[in-house]
């Protein structure tokens, strides 16, 4: 059975880092791409970037160039999404999701990282 | 960016009535040369993750209850719900993958 589990939820203050987790199980991790979508509090979906384990290609959408950094370590079947310097704004729930490609549905879906920024 | 717009933002639907929601893309996600739309759409319910309904723009994900229904080509989607049982309350959601992902705003749908 295909599983995507999430690191649990995040209460940090600005300016702090942050680094949150996806672990893949039940198929080769490396050889699907891991998207990762954030949602703010009622609001829809926004997808942020990806990355193929298998060689660690990693593609952003320009509106989180630069905000995030996406990594994986194919030891521990694991995704990561990074901040260096957390903002209010970045207050949200972080799903990741499966891709088969890059142009591919979105069929596995982690259960979600809220996390929560405020000083 | 290619931008998914929603119509409409919410509906209430009786048991059993027929649910309808439009999505329109700015630009095609219509592979000519696969003949394949790179469309989907999702149901999101209150504290779970998104999940996938319908791929390729028509095509039932395994398990999904047949009074669901995609279709549509090119810029214009439909999805349908043919007779709305109460846990078909939720957000839904059109996404393409034609090029970098995006998704619509969404569309709540509530029990009249």
């Known amino acids: 059975e295909v599983q995507l589990v999430q690191s649990g939820a995040e209460v940090k203050k600005p300016g702090e880092s942050l680094r949150i987790s996806c672990q893949g199980s039940g198929y080769n991790f490396g050889s699907y791409w891991i998207a990762w979508v954030r949602q703010m509090p009622g609001q829809g979906l926004e997808w942020m970037g990806i990355?193929?384990?298998?060689?660690?290609?990693?593609r952003y959408s320009p509106s989180f160039q630069g905000q995030v950094t996406i990594s994986a370590d194919r030891s521990t079947s694991t995704a990561f999404l990074q901040w260096s310097s957390l903002r209010a704004s970045d207050t949200a729930m972080y799903f990741c999701?499966?891709?088969?490609?890059?142009?591919?549905?979105?069929?596995?879906w982690g259960q979600g990282t809220l996390v929560t920024v405020s000083s | 960016d290619i931008v998914m717009t929603q119509s409409p933002d919410s509906l209430a639907v009786s048991l059993g009535e027929r649910a309808t929601i439009n999505c329109k893309s700015s630009q095609s996600v219509l592979n000519s040369s696969r003949s394949k739309d790179y469309f989907a759409w999702y149901q999101q319910k209150p504290g779970q993750p998104p999940k996938l309904l319908i791929n390729w723009a028509s095509t039932r994900e395994s398990g999904v209850p047949d009074r669901f229904s995609g279709s549509g080509s090119g810029t214009d989607f439909t999805l349908t719900i043919s007779s709305l049982q109460a846990e078909d309350v939720a957000v839904y959601y059109c996404q393409q993958y034609y090029s970098i992902p995006t998704f619509g705003q969404g569309t709540k749908v509530e029990l009249k």
């Open positions: 999701a499966r891709q088969s490609t890059l142009t591919a549905k979105m069929g596995y």
């Open positions: 990355i193929y384990p298998g060689d660690s290609d990693t």
